[in-house]
């Protein structure tokens, strides 16, 4: 199974065709023998460097070198992996199950998915819908699996128009593991980092940079096209690093302007035909965060764009390693409300009787 990952790592690059989603069983389990491990250097993700080379010999001379991409999310992958089984040792019947509602015809990332969550030893399940499925029916799935014990997170892919704050906020926040119901979100807002779930994307960007040697401190940053949770988690982490956050819509008139400002570049949601790429600059960081990116449904950035850093086609891989990291987050909490949970003790009311009965006189 692992074994094909690389070969789904090369179609993340591509437009997919449509077509129907594919069901996988109800329940996955994940592999637990050493065919999958992540140590190995030509295992699951050990092929992309011949790949990440030849793209970087094809940069420009003033564009950052892109960062080892299997070895970042290798260390996510295999943090994870060590984690639960430390998790297991002390409770071997512990089995985590990431659960993913999708609605549509997303199979590059659900592949994506399953194989990222075998590497790390989780059990995951797939609820396949309709395309057309409307928010009454992605949240009765939402629903049902808030109350299924057995899952300890949640994620969802769903077309981006579908996530309305009625559907984002029926999800648990204990088991939101992309980070982004407002429960979540407020707590990231607030500083309770520890507390929450931080969206993997957003995290994405962030360790991508500090992978690559970019200094955030000072660094002007523009994020355009962002909605919701991952345009304010964007903002909140890259202030916190000391960066110069500034958002805007594609429609913005003196949006040549930002760009021309900006030392790095986060696209939410795609290019217009009418924006050219000549209105970012040369040397200039760009991640692709839109939700057709993201699920493979559309390529990065024009390939002969001569400066810009060829990071962004990274940001889909390691959001999904990070959404595992976070999983296995949720199934350590889980734990540990299991073992510290209150008695839900009360008192129960006297009923007197009258008169009293007479073995209770006799006596």
Not at 6 to 28: K, T
């Amino acid at each position: 199974m692992s074994a094909r990952l690389p070969l789904v790592l090369r179609r993340l690059a591509r437009p997919q065709p449509p077509g129907p989603p594919r069901r996988l069983p109800s329940l996955c389990r994940a592999s637990s023998g050493g065919g999958g491990g992540c140590g190995g250097g030509e295992g699951l993700l050990g092929q992309q460097r011949l790949r990440d080379t030849q793209a970087g010999s094809s940069q420009g001379s003033g564009s950052p070198a892109p960062p080892a991409r299997d070895s970042i999310v290798r260390e996510v992958i295999q943090n994870s992996k060590e984690v639960l089984s430390l998790l297991q040792e002390k409770t071997p019947t512990f089995k985590p199950v990431l659960a993913i509602i999708q609605a549509g015809d997303d199979n590059l990332m659900q592949e994506v998915n399953q194989n990222l969550a075998e590497e790390a030893g989780l059990n995951i399940t797939h609820i396949c819908l309709p395309a057309e499925s409307g928010e009454d029916e992605i949240i009765d799935e939402i629903l049902k699996i808030n109350e299924d014990t057995r899952v300890h997170g949640l994620a969802l892919q769903i077309a981006e128009t579908s996530f309305s704050n009625k559907i984002l906020n029926a999800l648990k926040p204990e088991k939101d593991v992309d980070g982004l119901t407002d429960v979540n979100l407020g707590k990231l807002v607030r500083g309770d980092a520890h507390e929450c779930f931080i969206s993997p994307v957003a995290r994405a960007v962030i360790e991508l940079l500090e992978k690559s040697g970019v200094s955030l401190d000072g660094k002007k940053i523009l994020v355009i096209g962002a909605h919701g949770s991952l345009e304010a988690t964007l903002q909140c982490l890259f202030q916190r690093k000391g960066s110069m956050t500034m958002s805007s819509q594609w429609k913005t008139p003196q949006l040549q302007g930002k760009l021309q400002e900006a030392d790095i570049v986060v696209l939410g949601s795609p290019k217009p035909e009418e924006i050219p790429l000549s209105w970012i600059q040369p040397g200039t960081t760009v991640f692709n965060c839109s939700h057709d990116f993201l699920s493979g449904k559309a390529a990065c950035i024009s390939p002969g764009v001569h400066g810009i850093s060829p990071i962004a086609k990274d940001v889909s891989l390691l959001a999904a390693a990070l959404r595992i990291q976070n999983m296995v987050s949720s199934g350590r909490r889980w734990l540990r409300e299991q073992q510290h949970r209150r008695w839900r003790l009360h008192c129960l009311k006297l009923q007197p009787l009258s008169p009293v009965p007479r073995e209770l006189r006799e006596n």
